[in-house]
């Protein structure tokens, strides 16, 4: 499979790369480096976005993360391996990735359990994190960007 277009060789995309890639290192160290990795899997999965998908297992792994959770990460719910903080921020992760599905977009359950677990600035950093990487998944899949390919640290 070819992407549609040279995305990442584009000038208007690289200006549009450039205020995302902003965008999401905004939100580093607000939230433990596992939980922003499993949020970006799990936005990715449901997306359909390979390449997204592809990258954040890639660069969780580079970070320490062990294979077995990132095996699990689709199946959160019946796995025994995630902190309940990363349960909420899952959660989080998939209604607000899925408003479209659901009347009412984010529950208050799902927000209540998340603010049990997150300050407010971390919860700022989740809302932002989910919206950015939602952002990615679009662009790679409506541009069908081939996945497999990525190395950690690629690109900078």
């Known amino acids: ?32 480096v596992a939980t922003q990795e499993l949020v970006k899997i799990r936005a ?8 997204c998908t592809d990258m954040h297992t890639k660069d969780a792994a580079a970070e320490g993360e062990e294979q077995q959770r990132l095996n699990l990460v689709a199946v959160w719910r019946e796995a025994t391996v995630f902190t309940d903080a990363e349960r909420a921020a899952l959660e989080l992760t ?5 408003i479209a599905d659901g009347a009412g977009g984010v529950s208050d359950e799902a927000w209540a359990n998340a603010a049990k677990h997150y300050d407010e600035d971390q919860l700022a950093a989740l ?3 989910i919206a950015v990487i939602n952002a990615y998944n679009r662009i790679n899949v409506i541009n069908r960007q081939p996945a497999g390919g990525y190395r950690p640290g690629m690109f900078g």
Do not use: W
């Open 1 to 32: 499979m070819d992407a549609r277009i040279n995305y990442f060789g584009n000038a208007v995309a690289g200006k549009v790369m450039k205020h995302l890639n902003s965008a999401g290192a905004a939100v580093r160290g607000v939230l433990p």
């Open 44 to 51: 990715s999965q449901i997306n359909g976005c390979g390449f």
């Open 94 to 98: 998939e209604q607000g990735t899925r």
């Open 127 to 129: 809302i932002s994190l």
